[in-house]
């Protein structure tokens, strides 16, 4: 099997519902690069590199400069999927994604719904979050809770290069508005890519580690960590469950049901903050519906309630690491 | 002094769990006897000794999490002295795991036949016996012998092909009927670049075999079918239909729970394995196509009870009671000569299974069978 990166798997992805749909168009800052002086075509693709080698193939008919107006080129690009087009936007870090909320809240989540299923918006819009990129509090926020707070729009966060080529085709192919979440920090990961062309449904978790003691559900960087955790936990003798929901809308409630009937612990892991977060919204969820099932209190694992630092030392303390999972997990295993 | 070592199962694995032992200290164990349960991130399984001998040390403790080829015990005469094991123990070095396609060790090859690619594991490449080729069944992938590979290998090459339409080889098909599959075998026999080799089909892959023997008999020094298709004309349609539309985790489990006697041998690596393969584009449709041309209204196309019954090639079978697909019973009435083994405690995946006595039972097979 190829080993390709996680930013190699998006651009595959891309390139490839490019060739096989003539409605896929590809719009951002900079995804061409040197807008206006053509000896840098392709100079850039994208701030970090994800749509390099577009630009030749496609040519300027299909990927496009924009300015540095995020309202404007989203308002556009929602707009060009309600009149027949795919747009795949990039709106560079999730951090911006403020400037444009109309278009993304009030108009591309509202069309299918407010024109009574008469209308629909296959949007993507990609960006980039996360820290661990020493880019400071206004480049390195999670925020797709905010996004999963909306109804109509669909939130994913591939957690690794398969997982990320099979749910971009998944979001050019879908009628609905998407935000596709990527990982600055996991752009240069590796792993088991196929070249062939695979769609991974929204609302279908993977369940990377099997257990039968505790249930770890983590979020896109996060689960690499969780997997570490649940290797670890495992030479203690406790074998956790780790389970990637891949999008936070829709979700796949059932698999987390499912598994936390099965051992009655719960860690969730989110990089966001943790008011109002996945991490809020899954212990809702559990202590909800699986009650009953819980043997130890429900546990989080997130960042403190703090924008993210720039130093160094205090970032790493401030993103969850395999350790604090561990200690998380190993502390509801001793509760009871 | 002969060290067990943590075994490969699949080009993944580079560590695994030794979860517990079956032995002790001081048993003498048969070659293909259960010694411990090896866990990997991956898969569960129980781990059969490569060797007989009395067992002198267990070094590896349950619980402990160890590389590919490191000691887990050591087999030594009772004559040799502890000094020595001591010794044999202290100075033991784990081997850097052998490059891709060099000695024995498990690797991919991949070549193009007819405009598509072919995909193939081989292990033994070095070995001196007749090779034998693993041809897998409707739905599978050269990983439904991970734990019968690097057993075999020891005596032979071993070649598991992705049959057309599975695993990591082309998808598209010309036409998916037995002709078109048994031409991918004869490609990966003359890949082998021996004149004669051993086949070995699990389910519809025994039905291909079946057909390399009939169009191509000079070239198959045996036949092996392990839960065999090609003998009768029923077969579980349900699972067939199951497998063939099942899109969700929960539908591809409980189409794989329907392979198993012990339905908690579908992991979930498992399940994310053949979700991985029917996600890619072209494979659903290849899987249907070739169900609706071997198993046409539900029954088996093609019988090789003629064949079975007058061929001079050295036939077994191979069947697990407990198997829902296809009904062991479609083994019987075959002359004496078509040796049968079957299996108590297995379902439709017997090689997985009850893997130790298939592949001790598979040796001797074709040993018997001249090489």
């Known amino acids: 099997m190829p080993k390709k990166t996680y930013r190699q798997a998006i651009n595959e992805a891309i390139a490839g519902e490019m060739r096989r749909d003539h409605r896929v168009i590809v719009m951002g800052e900079d995804n061409a690069g040197g807008a206006g002086a053509p000896g840098e075509n392709d100079a850039w693709g994208g701030v970090l590199g994800v749509t390099k080698g577009l630009f030749p193939e496609f040519g300027p008919e299909r990927v496009l ?17 309600a009149t027949g087009l795919r747009p795949v936007a990039e709106l560079m870090f999730v951090d911006f994604m403020g400037v444009c909320f109309d278009q993304i809240f009030n108009q591309a989540a509202k069309f299918r719904y407010m024109f009574g299923g008469h209308a629909v918006t296959p949007l993507v819009i990609r960006t980039m979050y996360g820290a661990g990129f020493r880019a400071a509090s206004q480049h390195s926020q999670c925020l797709y809770p905010v996004f999963t707070h909306i109804p109509g729009l669909k939130v994913v966060l591939p957690s690794s290069p398969y997982e990320a080529k099979g749910l971009m085709i998944q979001a050019i192919r879908d009628d609905d508005p998407v935000v596709f979440f990527e990982h600055k920090v996991l752009y240069d990961e590796t792993g088991d890519v196929p070249d062939e062309a695979y769609t991974i449904p929204f609302g279908e978790a993977n369940l990377t580690r099997e257990g039968k003691d505790v249930t770890i559900v983590a979020f896109g960087r996060m689960v690499g960590f969780a997997n570490q955790a649940a290797d670890t936990l495992k030479r203690d003798g406790i074998s956790a469950t780790v389970i990637d929901p891949r999008t936070t809308s829709p979700l796949d409630s059932e698999a987390i049901l499912d598994s936390v009937a099965e051992t009655g612990r719960l860690v969730v892991v989110d990089e966001a903050h943790p008011r109002c977060s996945m991490a809020a919204d899954i212990a809702r969820l559990v202590a909800e519906e699986a009650f009953s099932s819980l043997k130890a209190p429900i546990r989080t694992v997130t960042p403190p309630h703090t924008p993210v630092p720039f130093s160094p030392a205090l970032e790493d303390l401030y993103v969850p690491g395999p350790a604090r999972i561990v200690e998380a997990a190993t502390a509801l295993t001793k509760h009871g | 002094m002969l060290p067990i070592v943590m075994p490969k199962w699949g080009l993944a694995m580079e560590e695994g769990t030794l979860t517990a032992w079956l032995i002790a200290a001081g048993d003498t164990v048969e070659k293909g006897q259960e010694l411990a349960e090896i866990e990997t991130t991956k898969i569960a399984n129980v781990y059969e000794s490569p060797a007989a001998g009395l067992v002198r040390r267990l070094v590896a403790q349950p619980g402990e999490v160890l590389p590919v080829g490191a000691l887990l015990a050591v087999l030594a005469p009772a004559s040799a002295p502890e000094a020595e094991i001591d010794a044999f123990v202290g100075g033991f070095v784990v081997r850097d795991p052998e490059p891709e396609g060099e000695g024995s060790g498990l690797s991919e090859r991949r070549i193009e036949r007819d405009g598509r690619m072919l995909s193939f594991k081989v292990a033994g490449a070095g070995a001196d016996g007749v090779p034998a080729i693993l041809v897998h069944g409707f739905g599978g992938d050269s990983d439904n012998w991970l734990f019968n590979i690097e057993a075999l290998a020891q005596d032979r090459p071993i070649y598991a092909p992705d ?12 036409r998916g009927d037995l002709d078109e599959l048994a031409k991918a075998v004869a490609a990966v026999i003359e890949e082998t670049g021996a004149p004669r080799v051993h086949l070995v089909g699990h389910s519809l892959g025994a039905a291909v075999s079946f057909r390399v023997l009939e169009r191509w008999p000079d070239r198959v020094a045996s036949l092996a079918g392990i839960a065999p298709a090609g003998l009768g004309t029923t077969v579980n349609d349900g699972f067939v239909r199951a497998f063939v539309a099942a899109e969700r985790r929960k539908d591809v489990k409980a189409a794989l729970q329907m392979l198993f006697a012990d339905p908690d041998q579908v992991s979930a690596a498992m399940i994310e394995g053949v979700q991985r393969f029917t996600r890619l584009e072209g494979a659903r449709e290849a899987l249907a196509t070739i169900a609706r041309e071997n198993l046409p209204d539900g029954r088996q196309a093609a019988s090789f009870r003629a064949l079975a019954a007058e061929t ?60």
Do not use: C, Y
């Open chain 2, 312 to 371: 001079a090639t050295p036939l077994l079978l191979v069947w697990g009671e407990r198997d829902a697909i296809i009904d062991p019973a479609q083994g019987e009435g075959l002359p004496e000569r078509v040796a049968v083994l079957r299996l108590p405690d297995a379902g439709h995946m017997p090689q997985m299974e009850a893997a130790a006595s298939v592949n001790q039972r598979l040796a001797e097979h074709f040993s018997a069978a001249g090489g």
């Open chain 2, 163 to 174: 049959l057309p339409g599975h695993g990591k080889s082309g998808k598209q098909l010309l």
């Open chain 1, 65 to 81: 400069d924009t300015p540095i107006s995020e309202s404007a080129f989203i308002g556009a690009a929602a707009g060009a999927a």
